[in-house]
């Protein structure tokens, strides 16, 4: 059975689409990890459900990685949230490979239920080193999506143009309107 991911926002790299398995629609706040049906739609939505399996341990472990990635997001640098992110890290090893392909790594568990939190944990690294600046909020008041600004001069503003780029649009010309 496939199940569509019903999120508005997929794509953005696994940290921060973790923190987009919640949304608000129409200002009621969704939430696609409220159980392991949802899990599994994300592991699928992100390349890892054939090597972790959706159960209550795994979402319990994922949603703790989304809490201390979230609190990292909205307060970047703040010790209590590194702290809860390092945490996270502490569940998974890099070792390093070599095959007939040539040199690699892998990561290793001791439990393989904090594989997708440890996954996405170490994902966010990959941002901080490449551009913390440029993980955002999406500027819209109503929203709670987060994403990657990789465009050239890094001044994407919305989750969405056609979302809440044009909602926004769409208040100022009220707001315009009105007043005269
Ligand atoms: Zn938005």
């Given at each position: 059975?496939?199940?569509?991911?019903?999120?508005?926002?997929?794509?953005?790299?696994?940290s921060l689409d973790l923190l987009n398995t919640r949304w608000n629609d129409e200002g009621v706040r969704q939430d696609l990890l409220t159980d392991v049906e949802g899990l599994a739609v994300w592991l699928a939505a992100n390349g890892l459900a054939e090597r972790?399996?959706?159960?209550?341990?795994?979402?319990?472990?994922t949603l703790a990685a989304r809490d201390a990635l979230a609190a990292l997001a909205d307060h970047p640098g703040d010790p209590a949230a590194t702290a809860r992110v390092?945490?996270?890290?502490?569940?998974g090893r890099i070792r390093a490979?070599?095959?007939?392909?040539?040199?690699?790594?892998?990561?290793?568990?001791?439990?393989?239920?904090?594989?997708?939190?440890?996954?996405?944990?170490r994902d966010y690294l990959d941002l901080l080193r490449t551009a913390?600046?440029?993980?955002?909020?999406?500027?819209?008041?109503?929203c709670?999506?987060?994403?990657?600004?990789?465009?050239?001069?890094?001044?994407?503003?919305?989750c969405s143009m056609?979302?809440?780029?044009?909602?926004?649009?769409?208040s100022r010309h009220y707001a315009r309107t009105k007043e005269s």
């Open positions: 059975m496939t199940v569509v991911d019903p999120r508005p926002l997929t794509g953005e790299p696994v972790f399996g959706a159960d209550a341990t795994t979402l319990r472990h390092d945490a996270v890290l502490g569940h490979t070599l095959t007939a392909e040539g040199p690699g790594e892998e990561a290793e568990f001791a439990d393989q239920a904090w594989g997708p939190g440890w996954t996405a944990a913390p600046d440029r993980i955002r909020a999406c500027a819209h008041e109503a709670i999506l987060h994403f990657f600004d990789t465009s050239r001069n890094g001044t994407r503003r919305w056609a979302v809440c780029g044009n909602r926004a649009k769409a």
